[in-house]
């Protein structure tokens, strides 16, 4: 499993980079995605990017204010979060892509994911 790390509490308007750990297996999949999960809600797509790092795609949710990386060296996919809002409160975590490349770029990042880390907490709050 991924392991997830970064969170914390932040106020408004805050950034914070977090990061997902995966093993080289996992990394070598078609794709990473970075997804999360609000108290009582369902588990919502954040961003994904690709094997290559050519490809990188984001929810709505994130309205430009979010950024998806990879560092093949460390295989480690990073999300890095700016002008935070309270309602950005939730676990965010990772899983490796589980289709094909082709399958990742036709569904623009969504799709099969799988062995999902445990997440990291990230509140926004004053």
């Known amino acids: 499993q991924p392991i997830e790390s970064g969170g914390g509490l932040v106020q408004p308007g805050d950034s914070l980079r977090i990061s997902c750990e995966a093993s080289?297996?996992?990394?070598?999949?078609?794709?990473m995605g970075w997804f999360r999960q609000a108290p009582g809600k369902e588990r919502y797509f954040v961003a994904a990017?690709?094997?290559?790092?050519?490809?990188?795609y984001y929810a709505d949710l994130t309205e430009g204010r979010f950024t998806i990386s990879r560092d093949e060296a460390k295989n480690t996919v990073y999300l890095h979060l700016t002008n935070l809002r309270p309602e950005d409160t939730a676990v965010y975590s990772c899983?490796?892509?589980?289709?094909?490349?082709?399958?990742?770029?036709?569904?623009?990042?969504?799709?099969?994911?799988?062995?999902w880390g445990q997440g990291t907490q990230v509140t926004v709050r004053y």
């Open positions: 899983a490796p892509y589980v289709s094909s490349s082709s399958r990742f770029i036709e569904l623009r990042g969504r799709g099969e994911y799988a062995n």
């Open positions: 080289s297996r996992a990394f070598a999949s078609a794709g």
């Open positions: 990017i690709d094997r290559s790092s050519r490809f990188t």
